[in-house]
């Protein structure tokens, strides 16, 4: 029973490389989004997707880019890390319209 | 756009007793879920309670109830019997009916004392 599975847990990246984040989820969900989460700042949306081949912008888009190749992964990507990117990272994924987000169990990630 | 508030950065609560965590959110719309969701330091997001705007009943489950006032847009938490496994941080979400765009408060740490 995997749910939403997100690789890496930790990373550590120095100021301008690239890496992404993977998210899989088994519950054939439609809706799968990505957040990140600061101190004092909750949890805010960078981007979701509604399904395969549909991705849109959350709040705090800026310096991420994402796909929707499959219903399954919807990976994260930082195409040149910054500072203001560590963070705790985290995918969710829904069945529909109004219902529970399910989560991942997180990524934190530095950058140095 | 939607906004979700959590006045209390931090509350303590004696081990067997009652606390209530605080929410408020602004929207002009009427049709919404409200959450919240436990967040304990292993870091897993865990739904604690949900509601439903159309609703009046506030819902409960377990330990665990709401105090949902639409009109003073107020959605606040109290766990009773508080229990040590409660200590966690704790987050108000709202996210529209046809909208799947979740929008969280800063949180609430909650420390049980023994």
Redesign the interface.
């Known amino acids: 029973n995997a749910g939403v599975t997100q690789t890496p847990k930790f990373q550590v990246l120095k100021t301008g490389q690239s890496m992404t984040l993977q998210c899989a989820q088994d519950m054939n969900h439609e ?1 799968m ?1 990505w ?1 990140r989460q600061d101190p ?6 960078i981007h ?1 997707s ?1 399904g395969a081949g549909i991705t849109d912008q ?1 709040e705090v888009p800026n310096g991420y880019n994402v796909s929707r190749s499959t219903t399954e992964d919807f990976p994260l990507r930082l195409l040149s890390a910054a500072p203001s990117q560590t963070s ?1 990272y ?1 995918c ?1 994924s ?1 069945s529909g ?2 219902g ?2 399910f ?1 991942g ?2 990524t ?1 990630l530095s950058v140095l | 756009a939607q906004t ?1 508030t ?1 006045s209390q ?1 931090e509350m303590s609560v004696q081990e067997a007793e009652t606390v209530t965590l605080s929410c408020t959110y602004d929207t002009s719309e009427s049709d ?2 409200l ?1 919240w969701y436990k967040q304990p330091p ?4 865990i ?1 604690v309670i ?1 509601q ?1 705007a159309y609703k009046q009943q506030n819902a409960t489950e377990n330990r665990f109830s709401v105090n949902f006032q639409k009109a003073a847009k107020s959605f606040s938490l109290k766990i009773s019997d508080s229990q040590l496994g409660d200590a966690a941080m704790y ?1 108000c ?1 709202y ?13 609430t740490r909650l420390t049980v004392k023994p």
């Not at chain 1, 004092?40 to 949306?45: A, Q």
């Not at chain 2, 292993?42 to 997001?45: D, E, H, I, L, P």
């Open positions: 809706y989004s957040y004092g700042m909750g949890l805010r949306l979701y509604v959350g705790v985290f969710a829904s319209q109004g529970k987000l989560f169990s997180g934190q | 979700v959590q950065p919404y879920y959450f292993s870091r897993q997001m739904l949900r439903e987050f979400a996210r529209l009916y046809n909208n799947n765009d979740m929008r969280f408060g800063a949180g």
